[in-house]
């Protein structure tokens, strides 16, 4: 438990780092005032200033922050306020008074570090381990004695491309054909050894406990290893295809809750990612790093999302300014963050509660396969 606590906190003051990192290294490259960037978030315990930022240790020690000049709660700020208190010069470096694209670009860099962040760790194993990707190939991994599949002759390393006259891209759909024509004679397209050929085979009605219906066990899962050249290509492509899963599994969620109600499954809060990051530390090195890069592309998927409070949300008032060509008003934006806060930590809590009676309830996070 002690373990999976810490490495929680270190994961996560990680991710949020450098999610951090990269509004403040594009801010001070855009010539922007940053009077703070904090490790931890307070009360303070050390400080040290250099130049113009303080660099801040504070007590709680998960994630940071970047305190921008003339930065408020809604990230607009008031020319006014400022104008009898600062100096013309440092007018010109307060974040609000700076154009929109290069607000909206401080915003975004966050987001942009998550990515490159994850893109760099799947490069990596990519590299050096190789990575387990699911892919459109259904192989035989083993073959039980007496089965049904041994009959005809199957073996470990076959390729099964089609199954009763329609080509399978995955094991469930594999696992749903041969279940549907229990008894019935199908027939199977083999590949083995740079050949295909046709065997017919019948899925038992009667099946033995731990076997399927034809008594063999499938994978669409290779292992993908790449040069060091061509690593970060691959990396950078997984990465595109695990931010679109992600979105479109949040999408689902969502929608799912919307229209029907119930306990939102396939997410988790804080209490399920402290427990997935205590496994994946369990499992070594290469589980941790592929764990941190998916953690990172959730964070940077859920924070771009245009909702308010997150970045995804300041962005949105951004691109309302520049359609409109007039900023929204602080006021009603700073309200417009505090609902979308309260929305968020609402379902936070939600979700808490849900980890919290599985727990309980003894069920896991994996599925048993």
């Known amino acids: 438990m002690f ?37 931890g978030f307070p009360p303070r315990v050390l400080s040290i200033k250099i130049g113009e930022t303080l660099y801040s240790i504070n007590l709680l020690p998960v994630g940071g922050f970047v305190k921008l000049y003339g930065e408020d709660d809604a990230g607009g700020g008031s020319l ?6 600062t100096k013309n010069y440092d007018l010109k470096r307060a974040f609000f008074a700076r154009p929109a694209w290069q607000r909206a670009l401080v915003i975004l860099a966050g987001v942009i570090m998550n990515f490159v962040l994850a893109v760099v760790l799947l490069s990596y194993l990519f590299a050096a381990k190789g ?4 892919t ?14 041994e009959a005809v002759g ?10 009763a006259g329609k080509k399978i891209t995955d094991t469930k759909e594999f696992i749903s054909l041969t279940n549907a024509n229990r008894g019935r004679e199908i027939i199977l397209k083999i590949k083995r050894g740079g050949r295909e050929f046709s065997i017919n085979v019948t899925p038992r009605k ?43 599994g949040l999408v689902d969620t969502v929608g799912g809750l919307i229209l029907g109600g119930g306990k939102p499954a396939g997410i988790t809060g804080p209490i399920g990612v402290a427990q997935l990051t205590g496994q994946a530390v369990s ?60 929305v968020l930590l609402g379902l936070i809590a939600l979700v808490t509660l849900f980890d919290l009676m599985r727990i309980f309830s003894g069920q896991s996070l994996l599925p048993k396969m």
Do not use: C, M
Request: hydrophobic share 50%.
């Open 131 to 134: 990575v387990a990707l699911p």
């Open 206 to 248: 009667v099946v033995p406990k731990g076997e399927g219906p034809l008594g063999i066990a499938i994978t669409n899962i290779e292992i993908k290893k790449y040069p060091w050249y061509s690593a970060p290509y691959f990396g950078t492509i997984e990465a595109f295809k695990f931010s679109f899963l992600i979105l479109k």
């Open 283 to 342: 499992y070594g090195a290469t589980a941790t790093l592929w764990f941190v890069a998916l953690l990172s592309l959730n964070l940077a998927v859920v924070n771009v999302l245009p909702i308010p409070a997150l970045d995804g949300g300041r962005l949105f008032f951004i691109l309302i300014e520049l359609v409109t060509r007039r900023k929204v008003s602080p006021k009603y934006e700073s309200l417009a963050h505090a609902i979308g806060l309260a």
């Open 3 to 39: 373990i999976t606590v810490i490495a929680f906190f270190v994961v996560l003051s990680i991710l949020v780092l450098i999610h951090e990192l990269g509004h403040f290294l594009t801010a001070k490259r855009l010539g922007i005032k940053v009077e703070e960037f904090g490790f």
């Open 154 to 163: 199957l073996k470990t390393g076959d390729e099964v491309a089609i199954v």
């Open 136 to 149: 459109e190939n259904i192989k035989i991994t083993d073959v039980a004695k007496g089965s049904p599949a």
């Open 80 to 85: 006014k306020k400022q104008k009898t208190k």
